[in-house]
């Protein structure tokens, strides 16, 4: 179908109005509208046109505006469609503050051979391959097949190049477990064939793109190869473009990007360009053959290309009118995949290019076909693929290669010339001239990276600073590290250094191939993990019954955890201390199932405890409970919470809420890494059980009379045992822990039942419900700290008042050694101690700071009487609430010497004004532990 039949598109850019054709890109529908400069260069500010056709092209980035704004996007490779509205950019994109309506998601896929690229070589391959019994998927990044066939108009075994692909692709696909992804591009490839493609379905589609993870037993690499350019003066003006860019938009766009065009090529392939851009009526004005020494020394014009230099080597230029000046400065291999899977290039003298060398070490099997790995003919692409897929024949379509790990097979060429793919002569016919630059006396304007502004200039500052490795060079120059990943800018950067070092091309290397091989846009990565998805939202098994309660819900790592309960009419501070009153006078439920819960189990289990604890855990009887401690390899707290032995190999340990996966992956990794030997394994259970605590005097009556076979008394079931029975009609374990310094029990059933357990208790009508705020005022209370509030891992059990739980006896475990040391038992280590504001209603800051009276007059002074800076701080508030118990407020805080300074005097920031308090001990209820039984309450 010719350009004039297909239908027309409407789009704006930088503003203006203009129409395209259905199948343009962005940068074809632009040159078809004369339309040449796109944007402006990042770093020098000047004019930026199109240079290359597709995914090749370092210049043409723009930004999307509608329908939604989406930075740096190629303005080569995006489809033009009706309503588009892009504008041209000064090397930077804006993000958009709105939502992005659209989906991304991703999948996973497995095949016995994955080919890449759908060229000749890569169609040829999928095919045999497919027909050989493989499971096969074949990707390519074009929304239509055939790789550079569209481009060149070439015909393939006496058919249009076309037409021979479409009918390659039917005859594919008709053959069992095959899928062809088109419009994918394979952006990484990692350890044991695991490689990662991202599929662009369409603006309009429901997932607008999909990653594709895929792994396979074998992979061809038909990757093609791009054009690379020439360093000459002026060569990044608007209107210089690669050759084989240009035959592109003649032959597959039908869009003469020019008027009058020079051709400078170092091979016969822009010969088959300038026949092509004759045909659809570009004047060529001149060809340029550096082989004949007929060099193109600079251009000029404002803003884009009105005339070109042409000249011979130190001799001078004449000027020749035109508009278009097409470059060919030979072929590059696409190996950046090969790179990534652990392949090694090699230099190849008779294209000027790297190669596949050595391919990658251990099991992965990667053959590379056609163009990629430096076959230029479509002829030898095709018996290339050929061969490539007679490689599989043996191969299962379950994904299973046949071949001994290490027999990596990967194809060399065989002698080829500077051909383009799909141009006539006899393979092996000519040398590539490496031609690299165009000597001049001044270097500033001969550019290497026309993206990151990199010019052979800046490269003689790198050399002459003393860099010699490339990948230093790229590092100090940034070329090659722009979006198109030094496409067409890395073998030249690196040849040119080379020469400037005076050693040899393949000597000194390329950079290394990083993923992706194209831009990727960070929704993309993410599919959907965002929002909700991307951290999760967890709920109890109770959270229905609290959103009915009308419960002020907090963040708890991912958990939504009731914060209070509020009465009619009650704010927050009114509803907490009512739910504490009611806990410390009756009886109250808190939904405490989020606690995280580790099964241990094993023969070793408690020695693997013994060793993550600081106390002693082996000890413990069955049907026992105990509080322990974990600390880091610095002896600083790590966490805490409760270990329940259920039978002699068996242990279910307690955790913070916060705290639950990271305590799992620590017991992994000493489990895994340290001591394998051990017989013993972790399995996380916090959402097998739902959990309700009961806690306060009233606690032991309401337990009664929902599970009457269970004796309560506290002679039968004493604080920290548990008991298996059933409450409310439902198998539970309860177990006596006191977060609250009530007495209280621990209630937990099945998640399935955590429900109807919930509302049994409250339908008891003698159990007030409440939640994490209250919680907290109870605990601190106590003294009992909260791991991650209280501590900011800098802080021992010692310092928390819990020296008792290191143990003495135990022969080792993680910290031991660090509680030895002489830092920890330094007399000004900050002590959690209780502080007490002089006006008992004043509620001190969380994180306020904490200063002693010295130099400080009296009574109560300002920030004006403070010395100068810097003022000792001695610690920092890390708890305070008001508390219904005390009827006054507090606050525990980490203070320098906590312990020794009770009953002194000290000073707390807030704001602009000092707050006096006094130090007080930690537990500031009931420290006795009276209640903790059930004496003491109403």
């Known amino acids: 179908m010719s350009r004039d039949e297909r239908e027309v598109l409407s789009f704006t850019f930088d503003g203006r109005p203009y129409e395209g054709r259905q199948g343009d890109t962005l940068a074809a529908a632009l040159l078809a509208n004369g339309v040449r400069r796109v944007g402006t260069s990042v770093t020098l500010g000047r004019p930026r046109g199109i240079v290359g056709a597709w995914t090749e092209d370092p210049t043409a980035v723009v930004q999307i505006e509608h329908p939604f704004p989406e930075p740096m996007v190629q303005a080569t490779t995006t489809p033009l469609y009706d309503g588009l509205a892009a504008s041209g950019l000064a090397g930077r994109g804006r993000l958009s503050l709105a939502a992005d309506p659209a989906r991304y998601d991703a999948t996973h896929a497995h095949c016995g051979v994955l080919v890449v690229g759908a060229g000749p070589a890569g169609l040829t391959a999928a095919l045999n391959a497919a027909r050989a019994g493989n499971r096969v998927i074949l990707a390519d990044d ?38 062809l992804l088109t419009r994918t591009s394979v952006i990484g490839y990692y350890d044991h064939n695991y490689l990662v493609a991202v599929e662009r379905r369409g603006e309009h589609a429901v997932t607008r793109e999909r990653v594709w993870r895929i792994r ?28 084989s860019a240009a035959r592109a938009y003649v032959n597959r766009y039908g869009v003469p990007p020019g008027r009058r065009a020079v051709v400078f090529t170092t091979g016969d392939d822009a010969y088959d360009a300038a026949r092509d851009l004759a045909a659809a009526g570009v004047e060529i004005a001149e060809i340029a053959d550096a082989r004949e020494d007929r060099l193109v020394t600079g251009v000029r014009g404002d803003g884009e290309v009105r005339a070109v230099l042409v000249g011979r080597s130190g001799g001078p230029a004449r000027e020749v009118e035109a508009d278009l000046l097409l470059v060919s400065g030979g072929w590059n291999p696409v190996l950046h995949l090969f790179g990534q899977a652990g392949g090694d290039l090699r230099y190849d003298e008779r ?114 600073a003393g860099l010699r490795s490339v990948e230093h060079v790229k590092r100090y120059t940034t070329a090659g590290t722009a979006h198109d990943q030094g496409k067409t800018s890395g073998t030249l950067t690196g040849a040119v250094v080379a020469g400037l070092v005076g050693v040899d091309v393949g000597a ?28 999760p939202v967890r709920v109890t098994a109770m959270h229905g019954r609290h959103v009915e309660r009308g419960a002020v819900f907090e963040n708890v790592g991912q958990w939504k955890r009731p914060r209070y309960y509020p009465a009619p009419g009650e704010d927050m501070e009114a509803a907490v201390l009512r739910e504490c009153r009611a806990v410390r006078e009756a009886a109250g439920a808190l939904d405490a199932s989020t606690l995280g819960k580790i099964d241990v189990r094993g023969p070793d289990a408690a020695e693997l405890l013994d060793r993550l604890y600081t106390n002693m855990m082996s000890t413990l009887k069955v049907g026992s409970i105990r509080y322990g401690v974990m600390c880091r390899a610095d002896g600083m707290v790590f966490d805490d919470g409760t270990v329940i032995r259920l039978a002699p190999d068996h242990f279910l340990v307690t955790t913070t809420t916060g705290n639950a996966a990271a305590v799992l ?254 130090v007080t001990h930690h537990v500031l209820y009931d420290p006795e532990a009276t209640h903790r039984d059930g004496g003491g309450g109403a």
């Open 508 to 535: 000194l290397g390329t950079t290394t191939f990083r993923a992706p091989y194209v831009p990727v846009s960070f929704a993309t990565l993410a599919g959907r993990d965002r929002g909700a998805l991307h951290d």
């Open 142 to 179: 074009r929304p239509e097949i055939g790789g550079s066939l569209p481009d060149t108009g070439e015909t393939v075994e006496g058919r249009p190049g076309g037409e021979w692909a479409r009918a390659a692709a039917d005859a594919f696909l008709w053959l069992p477990d095959t899928r």
């Open 216 to 243: 396979a037993g074998r992979v061809i690499l038909a990757t093609g190869a791009h054009e690379r350019p020439i360093a000459f003066a002026g060569n990044d003006l608007p209107g210089v473009m690669l050759a």
């Open 665 to 918: 992956d620590w017991m992994e990794e000493w489990l895994q890494t340290e001591w394998p030997d051990l017989r013993a394994r972790c399995t996380s259970v916090t959402e097998q059980w739902a959990t309700v605590a009961l806690a306060g005097p009233g606690s032991r009556a309401v337990l009664a009379a929902l599970a009457p076979s269970l004796a309560v008394d506290a002679e039968s079931f004493p604080f920290m045992t548990w008991r298996d029975t059933e409450v409310a009609g439902i198998g539970a374990r309860v177990c006596r822990i006191s977060f609250s310094g009530e007495l209280a029990y621990e209630i937990n059933v099945s998640w399935w039942y955590g429900q109807a357990l919930w509302d049994a208790v409250l339908a008891t009508g003698a159990v007030t419900p409440y939640g994490t705020e209250a919680m907290h005022v109870l605990r601190a209370e106590k003294g009992y700290p909260i791991i991650g509030q209280d501590t900011d891992g800098t802080v021992t059990p010692a310092d928390l008042g819990m020296d008792w739980i290191v143990s003495k006896k135990k022969p080792d475990f993680i910290g031991k050694r660090s509680h030895a040391r002489a830092d920890t038992a330094r007399p000004d280590r900050r002590h959690l101690v209780g502080l007490l504001p002089e006006n008992p209603d004043v509620l001190l800051p969380e994180g306020g700071q904490v200063i002693s009276t010295d130099h400080l007059p009296p009574p109560v002074p300002t920030l004006d009487h403070l010395p100068p800076p810097p003022v000792p701080m001695l610690g920092h508030v890390t708890s305070s609430y008001r508390s219904a118990a005390l009827g006054r407020t507090f606050a525990l805080a980490l203070v320098s010497g906590g312990r020794d300074r009770v009953g002194e005097r000290l000073y707390v920031f807030s704001g602009d004004t000092l707050i006096p308090v006094t």
């Open 351 to 464: 294209i000027a290019a790297f190669v596949p060398g050595r391919p990658p070490e251990g099991d992965q099997s990667v053959q590379v076909a056609g163009a990629a790995r430096g076959e230029f003919t479509t002829a030898g692409c095709v018996a290339d693929g050929l061969a490539a897929a007679s490689a599989t024949a043996a191969d299962s379509s379950d994904g299973g290669p046949t071949h001994s790990p290490g027999e990596a097979r990967t194809y060399f060429s065989r002698g080829t010339r500077t051909d383009s793919p799909g141009s006539s002569g006899s393979s092996g016919e000519a040398r590539t001239y490496p031609l690299w630059l165009v000597p001049a006396d001044d270097y500033t304007t001969h550019f290497v990276d026309l993206q990151r502004d990199v010019t052979v200039a800046d490269l003689q500052r790198a050399t002459s």
